[in-house]
């Protein structure tokens, strides 16, 4: 698996937001990815060093158009923490 088609984006919210200033920073990712395959791409994508993955499934919620009820697709979300002097530029807006 190419490592540029495991991270699909990155997660901008306020709970991601509030984990950022942890150290943590969360990504939607394919759904046939591993947490060894999404440490790697984040570790060589973004020149850092991952020190843990955390990985779920998140799932489709509930949505009406007019009279029809259908759901949104299923995701997968994946968190990964980084030492406290690393940081990824692109959430920091260098």
Known sequence: ????DILLEP?????ANLLREQ????FKVDPAANKIQIKEAV???????????????????PKRQRNRAGYT?????AIVRLPK???IG?????
């Not at 697709?73 to 979300?77: A, I, M």
């Open 1 to 4: 698996m190419i490592y540029e």
């Open 11 to 15: 997660v901008l919210s306020e709970k």
């Open 23 to 26: 150290g943590k920073y969360v």
């Open 43 to 61: 570790r060589r994508l973004f020149n850092v060093h991952p020190v843990a993955c955390t990985v779920m499934v998140v799932g489709g919620k």
């Open 73 to 77: 697709s299923t995701w997968k979300k």
């Open 85 to 87: 002097d690393e940081k």
């Open 90 to 94: 692109i959430f920091e807006g260098v």
